[in-house]
């Protein structure tokens, strides 16, 4: 792209135009059913209509007499044709199916469709093929005024992507993330159409090149393949919620995380040597910053060569990595996926020889230079080269590394496209593709091959992996981090809207590099994005090389100790945030969640997307700008208690609030229980005196609240053999009297604490009563009771400390 002037030359100017669509579906001709789907044979091409388990409704385009069922490796159950019988009629002027609350009516004439369910309708009002192209299809959906789109996974812009334009092709981005960047190095098409209230998916299951544009038509979203058919999956609602709940169905979910890969994560491009790392290791420690994971990135092999270590900069990996997990460090390598052509690097030769490189159409290897130089590239596509990685892995296992860090697997390459060849051919278990068919399940089939490949390896532990690339369904494999963003404030703020969207398209686990990755940061701008990252799933620090060092404690006391503080708040949050983890691993509801997500009456929140929701209850409100003291928040209905002052505030307005450098706005809806837990200095560290306090944001006055809290190891995949538990915390209020249970429902783990807190908050006066909960004691001295309560008059809590056995708790508070 020209970065002059010239870009708008005259004579460029043509290149912009849309591409010319071509042939409809036409007059359907025959109509059969075959397995469970509906076969429309049109004039110039044919649809296929199939029921999906779980309320999915899948449109296929074909030639030919049937079409290729095959399902890419998004979709996360088994390989098989539609098991859900098709209901059908054949009017006149449209053939009409029928599924629970929903049909969808094709008409005869035209082959246009209109999905009905309730008051939601999709309406498809045509399915093109463009007649130059083997492929390219495209469908143009009606819009109305009031609808709003949310989705698209890794995408710059706001929340809503309505007036949006987006390709899907993975892409490695240096250049800033700006607006108009269609492509980043995520691919997810998959999006939630939003009309008052209630809303329906829609899922074009296509891994080439795809557009989905929201702009250039007034009243239609146009989505357009590049190559190979439209496989469109729509998705009922008819709650966001639901949309979600089901695409993370079909595409599957997060595995729970290991917990301290739920901890801080501090990286820098590179790290250079042992010295460095170990020197790194213990300033954390001795500062008392938290911090669970150190990155290791690409300096640390031996000329860029995966799977080996430069032996000057790290003579003893095996000792070194020994030195940090007593210090309570995991370390998590970077790998990519371009292996150095070198002959006498024997990663390189097993590859040639297994015939494990993607090669071009012609049979030959294929290169292309990234940091090792010239490089080969596995064929991820293929089962016996995942296999091939995840054995592979043991080089890093041995050293006792649970974690890697899979970069640059879009593939990038250093060359005019960023990327392989097009024209490369792809094994893809005997369905030989091309890479231009393929390109956006490269990093994801990477990802796979690392997760299990750790997984087999760690013998119980649960693995981490970090991605940069990914497709639909990369949740079931690895974490996301959102690339190479720039340390400005515009890119702060940008990563809200984008790590919400990425929740909203099924990956909940994800962030971007807190303090930006390029360009130099400022004290300032370090202090207001770690303490907004410390509240987004995915929590590392990460800076390029020649920029200014970002670590906390780069910019002096003051932001060293806000860095502190918030850091510290994270691990004080985690019984929260894990249980939140834990919801997502099991419905594919985002942890981080945008205020429309629980508030979608509410036009307050369509385009929301300078607060967030962690869980369904906490609001995080940053400063995201310089200088800046106040901002506005929006409270949405309910009521919403200031986490630090206790103030309260009715909802349905937006309040003005003080927010001092070393302030973070964050607001608890009363009626919420939070679970906070100790500060510890990595999420496996054995405090002295082990608690949780659940606290109780009373709603003053009458209402019930509820919370199944889920706890277990936190470690390994114990959990799937039932040794996890959960307890059932509910509370009833009225005007005289509280009462608070607190009972386990399943008890296969056995938390290590001998006491539970619980923490009344807004409570005026010192209750009449407190039954349950033994005598009354000084606030100070409750640390030092098993049993016992204490009224903070100043800070309007009942704070009361228990036993924590498998009896369970019932505490009656006459007020
Ligand atoms: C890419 C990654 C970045 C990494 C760098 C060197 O730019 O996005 O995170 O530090 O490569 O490996």
């Not at 792209?1 to 010239?6: G, V």
């Not at 709003?148 to 390709?167: A, N, P, S």
């Not at 970002?550 to 002096?556: D, H, N, R, Y």
Request: overall charge negative.
């Amino acid at each position: 792209m020209l970065d002059t002037s010239a870009a708008i030359h005259p004579e460029n100017a043509s290149q912009h135009t849309e591409r010319s669509t071509g042939v409809q579906l036409g007059m359907i001709t025959q109509i059969t059913e075959q397995n469970n789907a509906l076969l429309l044979m049109g004039e110039h091409f044919n649809l296929a209509i199939a029921l999906v388990d779980g309320g999915s409704i899948r449109i296929k385009t074909f030639r030919g007499q049937e079409p290729n069922w095959k399902t890419t490796p998004a979709i996360a159950g088994p390989e098989s044709q539609s098991q859900v019988p098709l209901q059908w009629t054949a009017g006149e002027e449209r053939v009409s199916v029928v599924s629970g609350n929903t049909t969808v009516d094709i008409n005869r004439k035209t082959g246009s469709l209109s999905i009905r369910n309730g008051e939601q309708q999709a309406n498809i009002v045509s399915v093109q093929r463009n007649r130059e192209s083997v492929g390219d299809y495209t469908a143009f959906i009606s819009l109305g005024e009031d609808d709003h789109i949310y989705g698209l996974g890794e995408k710059t812009g706001f929340l809503d992507k309505r007036g949006e334009r987006y390709t899907m092709w993975n892409t490695d981005v240096y250049a800033p993330h700006v607006p108009e960047m269609e492509a980043l190095y995520q691919s997810i098409p998959f999006l939630t159409m939003l009309n008052n209230g209630k809303g329906y998916g829609l899922f074009l299951d296509n891994p080439g090149k795809t557009v989905f544009d929201m702009r250039s038509y007034a009243n239609m979203a146009m989505l357009q393949t590049w190559t190979g058919e439209l496989d469109l999956y729509w998705i009922e609602g008819p709650t966001l919620k639901e949309v979600i709940v089901r695409y993370s169905e079909l595409t599957g979910r997060m595995p729970l995380p290991p917990k301290w890969a739920l901890g801080y994560h501090q990286s820098r491009y590179s790290y250079m040597d042992e010295k460095e790392v170990m020197d790194l290791a213990h300033t954390f420690r001795d500062k008392k910053i938290p911090c669970d994971v150190i990155h290791l990135d690409i300096h640390y092999m031996n000329g860029y060569r995966v799977f080996t270590f430069d032996e000057s900069r790290f003579p003893n990996p095996e000792q070194m990595m020994a030195r940090l997990r007593e210090l309570g460090f995991h370390i998590v390598p970077i790998v990519d996926p371009g292996v150095k052509k070198d002959p006498m690097y024997a990663v390189y030769m097993e590859g040639v020889d297994e015939d494990f490189f993607c090669k071009t159409a012609e049979g030959d290897i294929y290169t292309g230079p990234v940091w090792p130089g010239e490089s080969a590239f596995p064929d991820f596509t293929e089962s016996r080269v995942r296999d091939w990685w995840t054995e592979k892995q043991r080089f890093y296992t041995d050293l006792g590394i649970d974690g890697i860090w899979n970069d640059m697997n879009e593939p990038a390459i250093f060359n005019e496209t960023k990327t392989m060849d097009v024209n490369v051919m792809h094994g893809n278990e005997g369905d030989r593709k091309t890479h231009g068919e393929l390109h956006n399940l490269y990093g994801m089939c990477m990802s796979q091959a690392s997760y299990e490949g750790l997984k087999a390896l760690l013998e119980g532990k649960r693995p981490f992996v970090l991605t940069r690339a990914g497709y639909s369904g990369i949740q079931r494999y690895a974490a996301v981090w959102t690339g190479d963003n720039r340390s400005f404030w515009e890119h702060m703020s940008m990563a809200m809207p984008m790590v919400l969207n990425l929740g909203m398209s099924g990956v909940p686990f994800a962030g971007p590099d807190i303090g930006g990755f390029a360009h130099h940061t400022s004290g300032e701008l370090l202090a207001r994005w770690m303490q907004m990252g410390v509240f987004f799933p995915y929590c590392r620090n990460h800076s390029a090389i020649d920029m200014l060092r970002q670590e906390p404690w780069s910019f002096g006391e003051e932001v060293e100790r806000i860095c502190r503080q918030y850091i510290s708040l994270r691990y004080q949050w985690m019984p929260y945030l894990y249980h939140w983890f834990y919801e997502a691993s099991q419905t594919g509801l985002p942890v981080m969640r945008p205020l429309v997500l629980e508030y979608p009456d509410d036009p307050q929140t369509y385009n929301l997307c300078d607060q967030f929701l962690v869980g369904d209850s906490v609001i995080v409100a940053p400063v995201y700008r310089p200088n800046t003291e106040w901002r506005s928040v929006y409270l949405p209905e309910g009521e919403w208690v200031d986490y630090w002052s206790g103030e309260r505030y009715a909802g349905k307005q937006h309040i003005h609030v003080h927010a001092p450098l070393a302030k973070l706005p964050i607001f608890i809806r009363a009626g919420a229980i939070l679970l906070e837990g100790p500060v510890r200095q990595y999420a496996g560290e054995t405090v002295a005196d082990e608690f949780v306090t659940a606290s109780i944001y009373l709603q003053g006055g009458s209402g019930t609240s509820s919370l199944e809290w889920y706890e277990d190891d936190g470690l390994t995949f114990a959990y799937e053999d039932g040794k996890w538990s959960k307890m059932l915390i509910e509370t009833t209020e009225s005007e005289q009297a509280l009462n608070v249970t607190a009972k386990y429902t399943a008890r296969g783990y056995e938390p290590q604490r001998a006491s539970i807190q619980f923490r009344i908050v807004g409570l005026a006066a010192v209750p009449q009563g407190v039954a349950g909960s033994g005598g009354q004691v000084q606030v100070a001295e409750l640390a030092q009771q098993a049993l016992g309560w204490a009224y903070d008059a100043e800070r309007g809590e009942l704070l009361l400390k228990l036993p924590d056995t498998a009896d369970g708790i019932e505490l009656n508070i006459t007020l």
